[in-house]
């Protein structure tokens, strides 16, 4: 996968004269590349996909939780 993610952002190359797509900057300096946040992007998008996915399936839960408790309390009342 990080191959893959790799030739997609323009990184992976197989030349000589190529440094994987990095510039070298001085000693000390915090320097972000584009590619980074494109990294991170892709990350956090997937995280939050399966966090999205957590949370949808509590709320179901919890919802037929609430219709089941409902039923069983009419059937308890209904009972002579």
Known sequence: MFDVTQKAIGLHGHDEG???GHDHHGEG???????LWKMLSATL???MF??????????SNIYKQRQNDKK???????QP
């Open 18 to 20: 190529d440094h994987g």
């Open 29 to 35: 300096e915090l320097v972000l590349e584009p590619y």
């Open 50 to 59: 399966f966090v999205l996915q957590l949370l949808l399936r509590l709320i």
């Open 72 to 78: 069983v309390s009419v059937n308890v009342h209904l």
């Open 45 to 47: 998008s997937v995280w």
